[in-house]
């Protein structure tokens, strides 16, 4: 990777196609994980709920 251009809103950078790639999916990896994670805390502070009242909180979303 070379860095063509830095100011201090952007970076400008070469990059092989490959690695291009592999960025845009340890990208969304990093994406999916974050929401994960919040989906979990949601969980851990959601009340309880019964077979029923989840499966109408589900089909409410």
Known sequence: MCV???D???ITVR???RRWNRF??????YRVANAV???????ET???????EAMQFIREL
């Open 4 to 6: 063509l251009e830095r």
């Open 8 to 10: 201090t809103r952007s």
């Open 15 to 17: 990059m092989s196609p």
């Open 24 to 29: 845009l999916g340890l990208e969304q990896a």
């Open 37 to 43: 994670v919040r989906a979990k805390r949601e969980c």
């Open 46 to 52: 959601a009340p309880s709920m019964s077979v029923d």
